[in-house]
């Protein structure tokens, strides 16, 4: 087998594949494969296979991205497209495709990478790791508290292109974790096209913005319409001003529609925004816990180059603190060493030693330490790491961070 960067001369063999494997139009992916704004052909990497049909027996894709998180920008790596042709598929090509990756990202200096997975075990075994929590929550308008400010919310209209950009960049420098930056690119041909249905909160200066999508509930009764419902594809507050006033928008919205759904980051609190945190159409009759939203599966992260990630790291400890860590990857060993940290004036200084660890686990448990996702001492807890007690507390603090979380338009 071979693998190599691919060229203009394999994008229709790519399209091809992708299209049979995702099951969307070959011109679809072939355009989107010369016109994209967040990577182009050579972003993608195939493999060969000697006396195959196809040329191309596999290809996947690794996405440049600039992310923020704990108020700090710095890059990733997105894996997608990873897809192999159905003759030749359960014979390593996808493995053989993904243990490039990982040496092609650390080569590139990626710190971490990120990816939506079909099968999360399937990721596993090269260190990645679930953290994408978020909230699906579907409750009625009138369920809604009915905020004063919501008289500051009006339609978004052209002029407001700009604003509405400045609020998310705003927002994810600020609030980001692991949040994906978009490039002015991005937003002009695949976000902005969309903002058919979105409103602006508006005192002057905007500092929020909703975008809705209207669609209508399917029914099983012949001839009955389905009731009127709306998906929040992305809602951004920058103060709390902005949240009460476009929740006090959409609970206005009770005459025309039934029902609302909500993507949201897992420590969202949407509850303090409802009269009654409780599923929509409750009916049960003794008290007992109520559902009002389900847990959605997102994407998982892998920590790419230990050392730098651990760099990357702001804080906002009072005292100076180091210790002695180890991370086991089996994928790409050069991780593999004792590292001691040295955390002091929001600076994080890391090098090899020889001091005795203080800290150890593997690739895909410190993943999800390094996002935040868990906590080292719930890593130590329940037995995915082993360590001091006496360090645990300030591990719990340095890699503290708000909830992972993509917007819906960032999917990769």
Not at 36 to 44: F, V
Not at 59 to 70: G, Q, S
Not at 371 to 388: H, I, Q, R, T, V
């Amino acid at each position: 087998m071979i693998i190599r960067q691919a060229t203009g001369s394999d994008a229709d063999a790519i399209a091809t594949l992708l299209s049979k494997s995702f099951l969307e139009d070959t011109a679809i992916v072939r355009v989107s494969i010369e016109n994209n704004p967040r990577y182009s052909i050579s972003n993608m990497y195939v493999i060969e296979e000697k006396g195959l049909s196809e040329k191309i027996a596999g290809c996947l894709r690794i996405t440049p991205f600039e992310i923020c998180t704990r108020g700090v920008k710095t890059t990733m790596a997105g894996i997608a497209a990873v897809a192999v042709q159905p003759e030749v598929r359960r014979r390593g090509i996808a493995e053989a495709l993904m243990e490039e990756a990982l040496r092609k990202m650390y080569e590139m200096g990626y710190p971490v990478s990120m990816l939506f997975p079909f099968k999360q075990h399937f990721y596993k075994k090269f260190g990645y790791a679930y953290v994408g929590n978020m909230m699906q929550y579907e409750f009625s308008p009138g369920n809604l508290m009915n905020f004063e400010e919501r008289s500051f919310v009006r339609p978004f209209t052209k002029a407001d292109k700009g604003k509405v950009k400045k609020v998310l960049l705003q927002e994810v420098q600020t609030h980001g974790s692991f949040t994906p930056v978009r490039n002015d690119g991005f937003w002009d041909l695949v976000v902005l096209p969309k903002f058919k249905d979105a409103y602006v909160y508006d005192t002057g200066e905007v500092k929020g913005y909703v975008v809705l999508e209207f669609y209508k509930e399917a029914t099983t009764v012949i001839g009955q319409p389905g009731e009127q419902a709306i998906n929040i594809k992305e809602f951004v507050g920058l103060d709390a001003a902005a949240h009460r006033s476009l929740w006090g928008f959409l609970a206005a919205l009770g005459e025309q529609v039934t029902k609302i759904r909500f993507l949201a980051p897992a420590d969202y609190p949407l509850h303090s925004f409802l009269k009654e945190p409780r599923e929509r159409d409750y009916r049960r009759l003794f008290f007992e816990y109520k559902t009002f939203s389900t847990l959605a599966s997102g994407f998982m992260l892998r920590v790419i180059n230990v050392p730098d990630s651990l760099r990357n790291l702001r804080h906002s400890l009072e005292l100076p603190m180091d210790f002695v860590i180890r991370i086991n990857d089996g994928n790409l060993p050069q991780n593999s060493q004792n590292l001691n940290v040295h955390v002091h004036n929001g600076e994080t200084t890391v090098e090899e030693t020889r001091r005795p660890l203080q800290f150890e686990t593997e690739i895909g448990i410190f993943s999800q330490i390094y996002s935040g996702f868990l906590k080292p001492s719930d890593a130590l807890k329940y037995g995915f790491a082993s360590g001091e007690l006496g360090i645990i507390q300030k591990l719990d603090e340095l890699f503290k961070a708000p909830a992972p979380f993509i917007y819906q338009y960032d999917i990769f």
